[in-house]
T-cell receptor, first 114, second 115 residues
Framework: ETGVTQSPTHLIKTRGQQVTLRCSSQ?????VSWYQQALGQGPQFIFQ???????GRGNFPPRFSGLQFPNYSSELNVNALELDDSALYLC?????????????FGQGTRLTVV | AQSVTQPDIHITVSEGASLELRCNYS??????LFWYVQSPGQGLQLLLK??????LVQGIKGFEAEFKRSQSSFNLRKPSVHWSDAAEYFC?????????????FGGGTRVLVKP
């Protein structure tokens, strides 16, 4: 158990719909990152939030957006869903400068777009 | 930009045998390197990390990894594999930002353990 919880665990959406995924970071962690892991691939960095501001973004279109709240929990929103958005979405939290800089991952949300 | 290559997609090893997983990275500065393990349907668990200092790092579950700058490699090893080590393993390089490391992952190596 890492203390990072994600909801829901599984989700099925129709192409063109919108989806919101949620992440509760480990207590005391102020940085949250989101990753997309397509089947059979390694996780791909989507973006990172630090103290409620986006401070890094990977190669994902603007229809992928996020929020971080004052309690450091986070949301990932995806608009106009496409079939290729089907993946495991992972959230990771950390608390720099902790010295270890370890990212703690949640169990993920499995999104299926049909 | 950083990148990570894990040349072996699948590895099958007998229980009790040794295991080595290869990882090659590309990064313009001193790398922060990580190995994660993912069991089916699970998130990622950190096995070990390298930031600086001793190039041989010890991790959890009996794993170790050696950083070789000249070869741009960070291979993971375990002397004797247990059936519970069957999982997918990911090597990652961290790019420092103001709020910690963004991780770039390799494609993963799936390890199967034969009894």
């Amino acid at each position: 158990e890492t203390g990072v919880t994600q909801s829901p665990t599984h989700l099925i959406k129709t192409r063109g719909q919108q989806v919101t995924l949620r992440c509760s970071s480990q207590s005391g962690h102020n940085t949250v990152s989101w990753y997309q892991q397509a089947l059979g691939q390694g996780p791909q960095f989507i973006f990172q939030y630090y103290r409620e501001e986006e401070n890094g973004r990977g190669n994902f279109p603007p229809r992928f957006s996020g929020l971080q709240f004052p309690n450091y929990s986070s949301e990932l929103n995806v608009n106009a869903l496409e079939l290729d958005d089907s993946a495991l979405y992972l959230c990771a939290s950390r608390n720099p400068p902790s010295g270890s800089d370890e990212a703690f991952f949640g169990q993920g949300t499995r999104l299926t777009v049909v | 930009a950083q990148s990570v290559t894990q040349p072996d997609i699948h590895i099958t090893v007998s229980e009790g045998a040794s295991l080595e997983l290869r990882c090659n990275y590309s990064y313009g500065a001193t790398p922060y390197l990580f190995w994660y393990v993912q069991s089916p349907g699970q998130g990622l668990q950190l096995l070990l990390k390298y930031f600086s200092g001793d190039t041989l790092v010890q991790g959890i579950k009996g794993f170790e990894a050696e950083f070789k700058r000249s070869q741009s490699s960070f291979n993971l090893r375990k002397p004797s594999v247990h059936w519970s080590d069957a999982a997918e393993y990911f090597c990652a390089v961290g790019a420092p930002t103001a709020a910690g490391n963004k991780l770039t992952f390799g494609g993963g190596t799936r390890v199967l353990v034969k009894p």
